[in-house]
């Protein structure tokens, strides 16, 4: 394992994000993954924060809350394509996406959600601020576009506690 500045890692994630989507994870009884292609990593408060989006219907969102941690995991190879499909289309309601399936849930250095063990690159982050998408200040063609039965997102800030390359 490798500790790295979150800025040397932002690119990748960024591209992996908009090409395919990467692993985003929660901890509890049961973990649970599933695959994000919309979120950003910035700095706000003199933190470092990766925002990530899901939307309230989703069975990691109310995991998410309750923990207030999360890890995002990068593929770094186009090998993982096909379980980034399952992880997206699965609910963690109905099938354990970690068992049997190809994805290892490892234990991550700072927060109690896991990493998904196959990819090579790790955010781990606590919880500073969840926001709910309002439509009232939505572009109109956004709203139409992502979401024209209204299951708007919630924002999720994670100040990044550690990335690295395992």
């Not at 700095?43 to 969102?61: D, E, L, Q």
């Not at 309601?93 to 109690?112: E, S």
Request: glycine share 10%; with cysteine; net charge negative.
């Amino acid at each position: 394992m490798q500790n790295i500045d979150y800025t040397q890692a932002m690119a990748e994630a960024t591209e992996r994000m908009s090409h395919g989507g990467v692993f985003l994870s929660v901890g509890g009884e049961t973990p649970n993954t599933m695959t994000i292609g919309w979120g950003s990593i910035g700095f706000y408060w003199g933190k470092p924060v990766f925002t990530v989006v899901v939307r309230p219907s989703r069975h990691s969102y109310d995991m998410l809350i309750k923990s207030g941690e999360f890890t995002v995991s990068v593929p770094t190879s186009d090998a993982l394509k096909p379980l980034l499909g399952f992880a997206g289309s699965a609910s963690g309601r109905d099938v354990n996406k970690f068992q049997g399936h190809g994805l290892t849930a490892a234990p991550a250095q700072k927060v109690g959600a896991p990493i998904v063990a196959e990819c090579g690159l790790h955010f781990e982050c606590k919880l500073l601020l969840q926001q709910d998408m309002t439509p009232n200040r939505m572009d109109a063609e956004v709203q139409k576009r992502a979401y024209p039965d209204g299951d708007y997102h919630t924002m999720f800030f994670g100040e990044i506690v550690a990335c690295y390359r395992t």
